[in-house]
């Protein structure tokens, strides 16, 4: 039976839902930012009124203003952004178990026992967002997940696009390659030097030159272009509603010296492994984000040989990513350190008598444990590094001021 998917994408999800809350805003151009007292003035999400004078998902508050000069600034408010998407989770949970959230403001969901065809299951979720939550969706409904991905991003706000076996050459083919899914700036980079601007080029392409320029990854992004992806949608009991966990810091001054961003690194992987473990989670893959000061960002990623949620192994595996790909043309001016690949720390995992760093990191996981609770009960500076004593870029406490992207605000991330 071919597999019916869809992916569907709130529009605008921070700034629709403070729309919603607030419908004086609804005809006023605004964006939902980061605080530019603290650098953080980055646009998270912009309303319908404000992406036609040009503002974009992304860019600083002052950019944005020079294109609109009464765009409406607001602050983030989290719990009801995550309300909203339980919300949205359960209206796709009435027609099937698996429902693959995809960040706060997208998921995945199997519709192929629903009896449904891919338009109308669509449309369904388009009409009953409406109705029940007052915000809109774009869906995309393919057989395969990165086609419905691909889907979700032809017609916003409020559109379906149907991509099949049958017209995936000429929906999907033309494209550029960076549409594509796991196709980030520095992938992309290597693709286009050797002529493979669309996705179409990429599917064509020898899979032996792929291979080796990308090693298995090659080999993946090939399969995703032919719209051989297999990937099954998870379970809901399978995921949680986060599908990351992460921290990011703007300092107060730019970074210069490996000793500053190992200060910041450390900080934000306290943050992180905190939050892991607050929610019974370990994670396979960490990742950095680095802007420099001229706004030029990347992302690398690198996965671990087992799952964990210990600051100091997050924090090491950030700094090698960090030491193997900043060359220190610029200062950095921000940072973000963060998880992904989540599962639950109570899943049975067999440890042996005889491996010492087995039984050192559940000593250490012990050790993060007691301090977790010093911290909550004495405030997050009763216990923190030698290092971080005297810097003035790890005083903050990312813990609590924190800021959650929507999953199509992120770049898209690189492996190392």
């Given at each position: 039976?071919?597999?019916?998917?869809?992916?569907?994408?709130?529009?605008?999800?921070?700034?629709?839902?403070?729309?919603?809350?607030?419908?004086?805003?609804?005809?006023?151009?605004?964006?939902?930012?980061?605080?530019?007292?603290?650098?953080?003035?980055?646009?998270?999400?912009?309303?319908?009124?404000?992406?036609?004078?040009?503002?974009?998902?992304?860019?600083?508050?002052?950019?944005?203003?020079?294109?609109?000069?009464?765009?409406?600034?607001?602050?983030?408010?989290?719990?009801?952004?995550?309300?909203?998407?339980?919300?949205?989770?359960?209206?796709?949970?009435?027609?099937?178990?698996?429902?693959?959230?995809?960040?706060?403001?997208?998921?995945?969901?199997?519709?192929?026992?629903?009896?449904?065809?891919?338009?109308?299951?669509?449309?369904?979720?388009?009409?009953?967002?409406?109705?029940?939550?007052?915000?809109?969706?774009?869906?995309?409904?393919?057989?395969?997940?990165?086609?419905?991905?691909?889907?979700?991003?032809?017609?916003?706000?409020?559109?379906?696009?149907?991509?099949?076996?049958?017209?995936?050459?000429?929906?999907?083919?033309?494209?550029?390659?960076?549409?594509?899914?796991?196709?980030?700036?520095?992938?992309?980079?290597?693709?286009?030097?050797?002529?493979?601007?669309?996705?179409?080029?990429?599917?064509?392409?020898?899979?032996?030159?792929?291979?080796?320029?990308?090693?298995?990854?090659?080999?993946?992004?090939?399969?995703?272009?032919?719209?051989?992806?297999?990937?099954?949608?998870?379970?809901?009991?399978?995921?949680?509603?986060?599908?990351?966990?992460?921290?990011?810091?703007?300092?107060?001054?730019?970074?210069?010296?490996?000793?500053?961003?190992?200060?910041?690194?450390?900080?934000?992987?306290?943050?992180?492994?905190?939050?892991?473990?607050?929610?019974?989670?370990?994670?396979?893959?960490?990742?950095?984000?680095?802007?420099?000061?001229?706004?030029?960002?990347?992302?690398?990623?690198?996965?671990?040989?087992?799952p964990t949620c210990l600051s100091g192994v997050i924090a090491q595996t950030a700094m090698e990513l960090f030491l193997k790909s900043y060359?220190?043309?610029?200062p950095v001016r921000s940072l973000g350190v963060a998880c992904s690949q989540l599962s639950s720390a109570g899943a049975e995992r067999q440890?042996?008598?005889?491996?010492?760093?087995?039984?050192?990191?559940?000593?250490?996981?012990?050790?993060?444990?007691?301090?977790?609770?010093?911290?909550?009960?004495?405030?997050?500076?009763?216990?923190?590094?030698?290092?971080?004593?005297?810097?003035?870029?790890?005083?903050?406490?990312?813990?609590?001021?924190?800021?959650?992207?929507?999953?199509?605000?992120?770049?898209?991330?690189?492996?190392?």
């Amino acid at each position: 039976m071919e597999r019916k998917i869809l992916h569907a994408d709130l529009n605008n999800f921070y700034a629709s839902v403070e729309c919603l809350l607030h419908p004086e805003y609804r005809n006023v151009p605004l964006a939902v930012t980061g605080d530019p007292e603290k650098r953080h003035g980055i646009v998270l999400s912009k309303n319908e009124a404000a992406k036609v004078l040009g503002v974009k998902t992304g860019e600083v508050i002052w950019k944005a203003r020079q294109k609109c000069g009464e765009l409406l600034c607001i602050a983030p408010h989290f719990d009801e952004y995550m309300h909203f998407s339980r919300q949205m989770r359960e209206i796709y949970r009435r027609y099937s178990p698996r429902v693959e959230p995809f960040g706060l403001d997208e998921a995945w969901v199997d519709m192929t026992e629903s009896g449904l065809a891919l338009q109308e299951a669509a449309d369904l979720f388009r009409a009953l967002a409406k109705e029940e939550l007052g915000l809109t969706i774009s869906v995309g409904a393919s057989f395969n997940k990165v086609f419905a991905k691909l889907g979700s991003d032809m017609k916003k706000p409020d559109g379906t696009t149907v991509i099949t076996r049958e017209n995936y050459r000429e929906k999907v083919w033309p494209l550029p390659v960076e549409e594509l899914l796991y196709v980030g700036p520095a992938t992309k980079q290597k693709l286009n030097r050797v002529g493979i601007m669309t996705i179409g080029a990429l599917a064509n392409a020898d899979p032996r030159a792929l291979r080796s320029m990308l090693g298995k990854w090659g080999d993946t992004l090939g399969a995703y272009a032919r719209g051989e992806d297999a990937a099954p949608v998870a379970r809901t009991d399978e995921v949680s509603l986060v599908k990351s966990v992460g921290n990011s810091a703007t300092t107060p001054r730019d970074l210069c010296t490996e000793e500053d961003v190992k200060c910041l690194v450390y900080l934000l992987s306290e943050s992180v492994a905190s939050r892991l473990r607050e929610q019974g989670l370990e994670a396979a893959v960490v990742s950095i984000s680095v802007r420099d000061d001229r706004l030029y960002t990347y992302t690398r990623q690198s996965k671990l040989k087992t799952p964990t949620c210990l600051s100091g192994v997050i924090a090491q595996t950030a700094m090698e990513l960090f030491l193997k790909s900043y060359l220190w043309n610029r200062p950095v001016r921000s940072l973000g350190v963060a998880c992904s690949q989540l599962s639950s720390a109570g899943a049975e995992r067999q440890l042996s008598c005889f491996d010492q760093e087995e039984r050192t990191q559940e000593a250490r996981k012990n050790l993060e444990n007691t301090i977790d609770g010093l911290r909550r009960r004495f405030g997050n500076r009763v216990v923190v590094r030698a290092m971080m004593v005297k810097s003035d870029v790890a005083q903050g406490d990312p813990k609590r001021d924190h800021v959650i992207y929507p999953a199509g605000f992120q770049e898209k991330p690189e492996f190392w």
